[in-house]
């Protein structure tokens, strides 16, 4: 059984899984939001970097 299926099935077994589900949604959507942003910041100061091979 792989590890997203065993997280699925403890969260849906969970007597409060509403609330988890609920803080667990929202985590991801910031974790999305945090992403974005750092990559945004990094890829806007690359300009004229170059790299040696």
Do not use: C
Request: zero cysteines; glycine letters at 4%; hydrophobic letters at 30%.
């Amino acid at each position: 059984m792989d590890y997203s299926r065993k997280i699925s099935e403890r969260m849906w077994n969970q007597p409060d899984k509403g609330e988890l589900e609920a803080k667990r949604e929202q985590t991801f959507i910031d974790d999305i939001v945090q992403k974005s942003y750092i990559e945004k910041e990094l890829l806007s100061h690359l300009d004229g970097i170059e790299t040696a091979y």
